[in-house]
């Protein structure tokens, strides 16, 4: 749905109405007006008229990432893509896939990039909401690239939890959802997975000047101190 507003809307500025589009937004008509144009362009409402905000949260197995989304789509309203939650949901399902990404994930290894960016960009396709926090992805420089090509957009930020590994491994084994890769031996092997795998990719938003990087040693609240900035920086901006 955001994807083809957001073409939308670049149709709009470029055809030399920048004035008008932002007297309108101004005049909080924007939404009736774009509306409109998309009725008579295509016979289709669409609803909605922003381009996607796409927020990476990164981190190794335990650092906290789901906890502080959940904090951050209180605070900001985003919505919340867990990349491990949807996964876990294709094995519930008993989809087609669901034996080979339970095998994975009890294995600490990266299920397939076409598999989890398809789950990715259904969830975001039925989405009213434009501002995304996709959790626990991209695992591997193999998924990030995966994305850019079949969703066709980079991220605004990418946060990266940065927390010891006995730290890590501490909060795991204390998890209790009955997680099948919550045990000692999967840990071993994710974590070596995550400084493979994911550090590059970290790396790669660094150099891009999209990453923050957060202490993730502390309270839940403490924690959120650090990462309430950073989106409110964008806020202000947007
Ligand atoms: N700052 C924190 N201090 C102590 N425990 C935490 C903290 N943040 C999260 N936890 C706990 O650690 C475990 C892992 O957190 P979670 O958010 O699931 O991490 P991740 O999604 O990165 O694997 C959960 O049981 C959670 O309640
Ligand atoms: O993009 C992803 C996200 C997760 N996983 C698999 O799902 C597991 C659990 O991921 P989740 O993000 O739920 O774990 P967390 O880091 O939050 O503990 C990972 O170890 C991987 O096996 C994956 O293959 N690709
Ligand atoms: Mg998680």
Redesign the pocket.
């Known amino acids: 749905m955001w994807r083809r507003v957001a073409s939308l809307s670049s149709f709009i500025s470029s055809s030399n109405s920048s004035f008008l589009a932002q007297a309108a937004c101004r005049l909080n008509i924007w939404e009736s007006l774009t509306t409109g144009i998309a009725q008579q362009a295509k016979g289709v409402i669409v609803p909605k008229e922003k381009t996607p905000f796409i927020t990476f949260v990164l981190?190794?197995?335990?650092?906290?990432?789901?906890?502080?989304c959940i904090k951050i789509v209180e605070t900001f309203g985003f919505r919340h893509l867990?990349a491990?939650d949807l996964l876990r949901r294709e094995i519930a399902s008993n989809s087609a896939d669901g034996a080979m990404i339970l095998n994975t994930i009890k294995e600490g290894k990266i299920v397939p990039s076409e598999v989890t960016v398809k789950l990715i960009q259904k969830e975001m396709e039925l989405s009213e909401n434009h501002k995304f926090l996709i959790?626990?992805f991209p695992r591997t420089e193999e998924n990030r690239i995966a994305f850019e090509q079949i969703i066709g957009v980079e991220p605004n930020v990418v946060l990266f939890?940065d927390c010891p590994e006995e730290e890590m491994v501490k909060?795991?084994l204390?998890?209790?959802?009955g997680r099948v890769d919550d045990n000692l031996e999967t840990i071993r092997k994710r974590l070596k997975v995550f400084e493979a795998l994911n550090l590059p990719v970290i790396n790669y938003y660094s150099q891009r000047g999209k990453l923050y990087k957060i202490n993730?040693?502390?309270?839940?609240d403490?924690?959120f101190e650090q990462v309430h900035p950073v989106f409110r920086a964008f806020e202000v901006v947007g």
């Open positions: 981190g190794g197995p335990g650092s906290g990432k789901g906890t502080q867990s491990g959790d626990g939890f909060r795991v204390n998890r209790n959802q993730a040693i502390g309270t839940v403490e924690i």
